[in-house]
């Protein structure tokens, strides 16, 4: 059932851990945007799961090349198959530093000159991404920590065929931030550049929420508002609902090391 989740059925991958029950889950052909072989999107749990069993699928992503992710609920958009799978292939076209830019000028633009209080100190002018975090603890360790704490929440999971977290975005088709943008694509490209400089990991997500660990997270108030100005433009509604000010969101985020977004 899983090599169905593979271009070529998975010849070679290996999982040896036993899964509970659970079946694949296979798009809408009327939301995908590019064919994917007439594959399914991902597998899906059953029933809900534990830390521990996160914990070691992940550790052999390597070699079944399965990533874990613990879903909100077994209710839509999963088992409806409400998905838009992209093609991997796309995410190699957008770059953090691009979106940033254009989310940030597209806001200003529109912005009522009493608004742009909300970006200060940086104002009208993008201050581009933030320059790496120092790792506290290896990323890996610190994803197996967040996923007890989400799967407190009993929730189910979804295990996708991706070499990186951040891929999965593209390969299940979520369509959490649509009302902040439209193309998943894009947001990938961005969780991508934060496993390079932060140490995050996607380690859960739901109807419109996304949960990532993080390993090398801000510690000085300077280097977390930088930080705080790139979520926002990732998700503007976590800063406005949570904060109110990229000032305020960056005292909430700094020496954090977990990430959760949701988008209204």
Request: proline share 8%.
């Amino acid at each position: 059932m899983l090599g169905q989740l593979f271009t070529g059925g998975g010849d070679g991958r290996v999982l040896s851990i036993e899964l509970p029950p659970g079946d694949v889950v296979w798009p809408d052909p009327g939301y995908s945007q590019f064919s994917l072989d007439h594959r399914p999107a991902f597998w899906l749990s059953d029933t809900v799961v534990s830390g521990d069993l996160w914990a070691g699928l992940r550790a052999e992503h390597g070699r079944s090349g399965l990533w874990p992710v613990l879903l909100e609920d077994s209710v839509q958009p999963w088992s409806a198959g409400q998905i838009a799978p992209d093609a991997v292939a796309e995410i190699d076209n957008y770059h953090a530093a691009a979106f940033m830019a254009e989310v940030w000028a597209d806001w200003v633009q529109k912005a009522d000159a009493g608004q742009l209080e909300l970006l200060d100190p940086f104002g009208p002018g993008c201050p581009g991404p933030a320059p790496s975090g120092e790792l506290a603890a290896d990323p890996g360790a610190v994803a197996d920590w967040y996923a007890g704490v989400i799967a407190e929440r009993r929730t189910p999971l979804g295990l996708v065929a991706a070499d990186r977290g951040a891929d999965a975005l593209a390969v299940m088709g979520w369509q959490g931030a649509l009302n902040h943008n439209e193309w998943m694509v894009p947001l990938a490209a961005v969780v991508r550049s934060w496993e390079d400089r932060f140490g995050a990991r996607l380690v859960g997500m739901g109807f419109n929420t996304l949960d990532l660990s993080v390993a090398a997270p801000p510690v000085t108030p300077e280097h977390a508002l930088h930080v705080a100005a790139e979520h926002w433009t990732f998700c503007p509604d976590s800063v406005i609902y949570s904060a109110g000010t990229l000032i305020d969101y960056a005292e909430q985020i700094r020496g954090r090391n977990a990430w959760s977004f949701w988008w209204d």
